[in-house]
Each structure stands twice: as C-alpha cells, then as structure tokens.
DNA sequence: AGCCAGGTCTTCG
DNA sequence: CGAAGACATGGC
C-alpha cells in the first residue's frame, strides 16, 4: 500500500511490470512519475563515467523521484533530522492514526481501511502536548510554527511559481528547515531535480565514490548541483539507495 | 549501556 | 564566517 495525502493506491509486481491500482490512477500516475522517461536518465548517468554512479543507476533503474504533496514533504523532513528511518515512520505513522481521518476502499472486493495523512486544519487543532507523546521530541515546535504559518497564510501552492534558488530561500526561511531539509522537500515536495540532498550518506559517497575535497554540506551541494545540473534528484537517489543497501 | 540517527539552531571565538 | 554544543527520543 501506498500512503499520499487522503489517497492510497495497491501496488504489486507482475513478473517486469509494476501494478499500481487506486482509486484516483491520475493522481497515482503522476505520483510515481509515469511520464517520464528514466531509461534516459540512467543513460545519463552511465555517461558520467563514475563507476559509483553507473552501478547505482542500473541497480536502482526501478527508482522514481515521487511527486510527493508539498507539505506532507516539508512537514515529514523536518521530522527526519536527527533522526532515524524508523522512528520517522513510526512517528509518522503515529500521526496519521491520532490526527488523520480513518477511511475505507475496495481493491477485488478486498476492503482496506487507511488513515489519510492528517489537514493542516486537524493538525493545527493539536496541542504541544499531542505532538510530544507521538515522539516528535524537541522537533514539536518546529512543525507545529510550521502548521501554524501555513494556517496563517503561508501558500506553498504559490512558491510552487518560483524558480529552485528562491523557492529555497523561502523554505529556509521557515524555522526547523535547515539546507538538507529544504533540498529534500525540493525534490520530493516540488521536483525540483536541480538539488542534491547532502546528508550522512551522501557524504559518505561524495568522500568514498567521487573523490570529493569539501568538508562543508553547503559547499558539497552546490558543488554536486553545478555539475550534475537537471540530473542531480535522480543521480541523489540511487547513490544514496546504493550506499544504504551496501552497509546492512 | 551507550552511541547514533536522511540536521538545525545558537553561541562563541 | 567556522567550529562546537545542545537538542528529545528510541533504534540497534
């Protein structure tokens, strides 16, 4: 199953094939990116000589850069920081059920039920202390000045207009959205593939893979996003689904 | 039992 | 600027 805003589709492999069913296929066909062409993309990246980086994109040619809602994005990486995959699930997760809405589907006459993830009206209805038993930890007043801004009139709809180098400077603006978590919401919450997220594991990469000099997260983005342009999302994510894969 | 996690903010030199 | 600590919580 596979969760985005109030909408979940099913998704199974038939032999080569994904199969992906849902109640809303528009919506789920951009999600997963269907219309563009990853073959090129993979191709790209084989270009760039990198032996890292080939590998990656072959092994990971089934990976998409979703089309995820923009502030479901924001709001779920700003989760992340400090912190680990899967207490950022449980965390989200624990969201859902308390704060979204229960709802029910049909998939072959099977019934599902699924908690949508939850309004920026249901979750500004939440107090600091909701936050604090779901495990948000220090990271409570972050997402609720978040929730709270976006109620007041923050419009990510209208920043979705602006180009990647403002956007970003927007979001950084937003106080718990620091330069990893504003790249990710780039790319997943925008799909903006001219950002390349530079957190623990991509430093790995960029000393271990590519040879790389910079100390600084800053400067490493930039530097990646210089030379890797409109390809940065994607190259981002099989690298760093290699490298991930590689150390369990 | 500790160290650490898809970092960010604050403080201090 | 750039480095160093603090930060909640629980996974491993």
Not at 21 to 27: G, L, M, N
Not at 104 to 109: A, I, L, S, T, W
Not at 209 to 214: I, S, T, V, Y
């Amino acid at each position: 199953m596979v969760f985005s805003v109030d909408k979940v589709a099913y998704c199974r492999n038939e032999g080569k094939n994904a199969v992906v069913e849902s109640d809303d296929c528009d919506y789920f066909y951009n999600f997963f990116d269907f219309d563009r062409d990853y073959s090129k993309i993979v191709k790209a990246a084989e270009n760039e000589k990198i032996d890292a980086l080939t590998i990656a994109a072959r092994e990971g040619k089934g990976i998409r850069i979703l089309n995820q809602d923009s502030f479901e994005a924001l709001f779920s990486f700003m989760v992340s920081q400090n912190n680990n995959i899967p207490r950022i699930k449980k965390i989200i997760e624990k969201t859902c059920e308390e704060a979204g809405e229960n709802r029910r589907v049909v998939f072959d006459g099977q019934e599902v039920t699924f908690n949508t993830f939850p309004s920026i009206e249901r979750l500004s209805a939440k107090k600091e202390d909701f936050f604090k038993q779901a495990g948000y930890g220090y990271r409570s007043s972050f997402v609720q000045g978040f929730v709270d801004a976006v109620k007041s009139g923050l419009n990510l709809e209208e920043y979705k207009k602006l180009p990647t180098e403002d956007l970003r400077k927007k979001l950084l603006k937003i106080r718990g959205v620091g330069e990893k978590v504003a790249d990710c919401a780039l790319l997943f919450g925008f799909h903006r593939s001219d950002s390349f997220p530079v957190d623990t594991w991509i430093e790995k990469v960029y000393v271990e893979d590519l040879n790389g000099k910079e100390k600084d997260r800053k400067k490493i983005a930039s530097e990646l996003v210089d030379r890797f342009k409109e390809n940065s999302g994607y190259y981002q994510q099989y690298l760093f689904y290699r490298k991930r894969s590689l150390s369990k």
